[in-house]
């Protein structure tokens, strides 16, 4: 069984740096054939896809967040990360990190509430 673990801190400042870490059990992130995805939620509105790392490293990202998006990933911990810059209050959302065939989530972490506020 394959668990995901978001963590991170729950309320950012506008214009700083979001980042989040994903920590995986039951499954390499090095090794697997699926990708490790990172998805948020926006109050009362539909899941968006954020962006993946492959086990082969390669990043794949979605372009409405306009470069604002990095995906990184320590093997031997075998966790992943992600980091939203720029961030706004509009990027207040519950965020989580999934496995799967990259935006198809198969397995999904708890998700974290994170607040962009001052």
């Known amino acids: 069984q394959v668990q995901l673990q978001e963590s991170g801190p729950g309320l950012v400042k506008p214009s700083q740096v979001l980042s989040l870490t994903c920590s995986v059990s039951?499954?390499?992130?090095?090794?697997?054939?699926?990708?490790w995805s990172w998805i948020r939620q926006p109050p009362g509105k539909g899941l968006e896809w954020m962006g993946a790392?492959?086990?082969?490293?390669?990043?794949y990202y979605s372009p409405s967040l306009k470069g604002r998006t990095s995906i990184s990933r320590h093997t031997s911990k075998n966790y992943f990360s992600l980091q939203l810059s720029s961030v706004t209050p509009e990027d207040t959302d519950v965020y989580y990190c999934?496995?799967?065939?990259?935006?198809?989530?198969?397995?999904w972490g708890q998700g974290t509430q994170v607040t962009v506020s001052s």
């Open positions: 039951g499954d390499s992130i090095a090794t697997s054939y699926h990708a």
């Open positions: 999934s496995s799967g065939i990259m935006t198809t989530p198969v397995y």
């Open positions: 790392i492959a086990s082969d490293g390669n990043t």
